[in-house]
C-alpha cells in the first residue's frame, strides 16, 4: 500500500534551518509530484510548494521563496523540505502529500517542527 | 496568493444537511476544475472528500457532494452524522502552477 513516511519531531531556535523528510512506498516514486503543506498549532492548512521527483523541478508558495528548499533523492524514494531561518511563526506540523492528482491523493504522518529560543 | 474564503463554522443536526462554501477567484476556483475538499479531524492527517470539484473516492460515502459556481465551489453533506464532526478545506489549483486552501471551516453536529 502507498505510504509516506516522515522523519521525526525537530526542534530548532530561532534562525536555525530544519530538513524533514518523506520517504514514499508502493508506488512508483517519479510518477507523483509531493507537496508540503504546513499547519500551526489551532491554524489551518497552508501549502509550501511542490516537486516534480522525475525532473527535480519545484514551484514554491511566494510566501517561502529564498527560505525553502525542496529536493529528492530518487535512488531513495525520499523527498526532503529544508525551511531556513526559522522563526517563532513556523512552529507547525509539517506534511508531505501527493495531493492534487485525483485519487492518487496520500499524506505523510506529519513532522512537529518547534521554533523556541 | 490569498486564501479561499471559507466560513469558520457550520452546524447542524443529525439527519440535516449542510453546505460549506469556497470563494476564490478567476485565477483559481474558477478557471480551472482542479478544487478538492478535505476533512480532518483533530491530530490527523487531512482526508481527501471530493476531488477535482464533484467527484467522490472510493469509499467517501455518497452524502458528501461537490459543485461550483463560478468562483466559489460548494461542499454539500446531507443526512449528517456524530462523525462528520471535524474540520473541512478546500483547495484549488491556481493560475500560477501553484496550490491554495481555504481558511477551514469546522462542522459541528449538534
Known amino acids: 500500500q502507498v505510504q509516506l513516511v516522515q522523519s521525526g519531531a525537530e526542534e530548532r531556535k530561532p534562525g536555525a534551518s530544519v530538513r524533514v523528510s518523506c520517504k514514499a512506498s508502493g508506488y512508483t516514486f517519479r510518477d507523483y509530484y509531493i507537496h508540503w503543506v504546513r499547519q500551526a498549532p489551532g491554524q489551518g492548512l497552508e501549502w509550501m510548494g511542490w516537486i516534480n521527483p522525475n525532473s527535480g523541478g519545484t514551484k514554491y508558495a511566494q510566501k517561502f521563496q529564498g527560505r525553502v528548499t525542496m529536493t529528492r533523492d530518487t535512488s531513495l524514494s525520499t523527498a526532503y523540505m529544508e525551511l531556513s531561518r526559522l522563526r517563532s511563526d513556523d512552529t507547525a506540523v509539517y506534511y508531505c502529500a501527493t495531493m492534487g492528482a485525483a485519487t492518487v491523493d496520500y499524506w505523510g504522518q506529519g513532522t512537529l517542527v518547534t521554533v523556541s529560543s | 496568493q490569498s486564501a479561499l474564503t471559507q466560513p469558520a463554522s457550520v452546524s447542524g443536526s443529525p439527519g440535516q444537511s449542510i453546505t460549506i462554501s469556497c470563494t476564490g477567484t478567476s485565477s483559481d476556483v474558477g478557471g480551472f476544475n482542479y478544487v478538492y475538499w478535505y476533512q480532518q479531524h483533530p491530530g490527523k492527517a487531512p482526508k481527501l472528500m471530493i476531488y477535482e470539484v464533484s467527484n467522490r473516492p472510493s469509499g467517501v460515502p455518497d452524502r458528501f457532494s461537490g459543485s461550483k459556481s463560478g468562483n466559489t465551489a460548494s461542499l454539500t453533506i446531507s443526512g449528517l452524522q456524530a462523525e462528520d464532526e471535524a474540520d473541512y478545506y478546500c483547495?484549488?489549483?491556481?493560475?500560477?502552477?501553484?496550490?491554495?486552501f481555504g481558511g477551514g471551516t469546522k462542522l459541528t453536529v449538534l
Open positions: 483547495s484549488s489549483y491556481t493560475s500560477s502552477s501553484t496550490w491554495v
